[in-house]
């Protein structure tokens, strides 16, 4: 720890502890790269935090696991990379029906398939269409550094129990395996009450509770997804983004996670060169800071998004301006780890060239 | 004329017509499981893991708290329940389908792991609810939907033992294998039920019991034909009998 208190960590372990400081009860997983310093932690500081820790015998158990502990009202997550998120699918659509609350960590490799174990953001569209079978979606969080890794780790918690809801955090190989300093805050235990009058606990002097998604009777599925649709639609108040030099800029780059900050690299050097160009990063996924982004479209400001797949969160951006403007789009594709240089270029050709 | 009611409803056993065929034995599995936490005054810290298979709806018929598990996967959430709850009672009640095929690793793992649950494990050799299709328990020969010829053991394989699988795992504190299909049987799955909750009250590791269960709609029988059936050639391929039941006072990590 140094004199400020800030200690160095790898995004992974910020993960970690801001979800132990955060009263985490329950921690379930499968190892896989780039994310295995997550389960290695645990293994070793969440029975010391009073948790429970088991390395599960595949993804399919691990968020199964999350979905017992979770039932009972206790903070649960699992984390995981690409392939194993997807294995996860069907019961994150079960969690998001029976409303159980759980934090998911998906540092992305790259893919499709096996993929390699370097960064990515092909997983975007899984994340935030909600990802398993059905008309669901979770909230999203997109952390670009470790300091964020930690606090929206924390914050995922919170959000998963006022919604009662899965929460993703979308990180990458990048986050996952670099190490900053940050500064880690005072742990706090959960709060029995958050889960009171819904946790599984014995049906002792009350009616039982049941954690289901099956229902056949006439009328009661659809009443189910109108009060899901109701708890989508008021997550909107979610919506954040960070926004960088974009005051007077012409033209502004949308992109998140990791990527964002090589981005933001770029961006300065290009100031540095007088070019007005900014950054608009969204720290949610879903929901999209559509507001945000139609908002600088509406300056007359052009738009160009940059992610690390062949372009998906530019749909989301093109939706959020439609009408108004577009977005031009540049992608790095898995496989690659992209420079400060390439998108310097892009952004670049963007703002002298327009769209391309 | 006056009725005498043969037995009286234990308070765990909702007061409401199930939903199974006539013959069907899932409630009497349901109410032997009931009428074991009734009577030891357990109803109250259960919480019971459902599973995909006929008896999905099971949390209509017993009055517990109740998690639906994805198909398969109930052994691994009731492993998450039981680890932040380790106070609870916790159980599993699972079709042949969801735990010997879809969940296998599942339940090989968490018996393995020796987690302190109870698993109530009926197998009608069929998958009941999407039709009578073959299952992992189907009988070599055994006419299903998916195997019109009847199974063949060289190509399908033979049917899974669970009971024998299981009590060979190391931390399975008891294991067995009992049926519903007579009065000594019931009394003898009664006990098999009392154990396999026993041993995790204890904490000495997983109870597992195996009930030998009718499905008359999908075997194609009366159901007195179908209790007849288990007997006759049911039991054969699965025989009756306690697999593992360590001292009751044996220790655990
Ligand atoms: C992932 C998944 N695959 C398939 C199904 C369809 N399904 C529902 S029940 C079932 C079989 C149940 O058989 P069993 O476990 O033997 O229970 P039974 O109905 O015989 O009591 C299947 C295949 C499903 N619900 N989920
Ligand atoms: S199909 Fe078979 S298992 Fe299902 S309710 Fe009918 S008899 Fe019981
Ligand atoms: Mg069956």
Redesign the pocket.
Known sequence: MSADGRIFVKGNEAVSMGAIDAGLKGYFGYPITPQNEIPEYMSLHLPKAGGAFVQAESEMAAINMVLGAAATGARAMTSSSSPGVSLMQ?SFSYMATSETPCVVVNMMRGGPGLGDINTSQGDYYQATRGGGHGDYRTPVLAPSTCQEAYDLTREAFDIAFRFRTPVMILGDAILGQMKEPITRGVPRPADPAESADWGLSGAKGREQRIFRSLFLAEGVLTAVNQRLRAKFEAMASLARCETFMTEDAELVVVSFGSIARIVKSSIRKLRARGLKVGLLRPITLFPFPAEAVAAVARQGKRLLTIEHNMGQMVDDVRLAVCGIADSAFHGTLSGTIPTPDEYEAAIEAALTGGSK | MSETLAFTRTPSVAETPTHYCPGCQ?GVAHRMVAEYLDAENLAEKTIMVTS????VFLYNYLRFDSVEA??GRAPATATGVKRVSPDKVVFTY?????LAS?GMAEIMHAANRGERITVVF?N?T?????GGQM?PTTLVGQKTTTSPAGRCASTEGAPFRMAEIVAGLGGVAFSARVALNNVKHLAQARKAIRRAFEVQLAGQGMGFVELLAT?PTNWKMTPVQANEHIEAAIIPTFPLGVFKDIAKNAGAC
Do not use: F
Request: charged content about 15%.
């Open positions: 069907e | 899932h995909i298979g006929c008896s994805p198909h699972q079709g042949d389908g969801d879809i009926v009608n069929v998958y009941g609810m999407t299952a499905c």
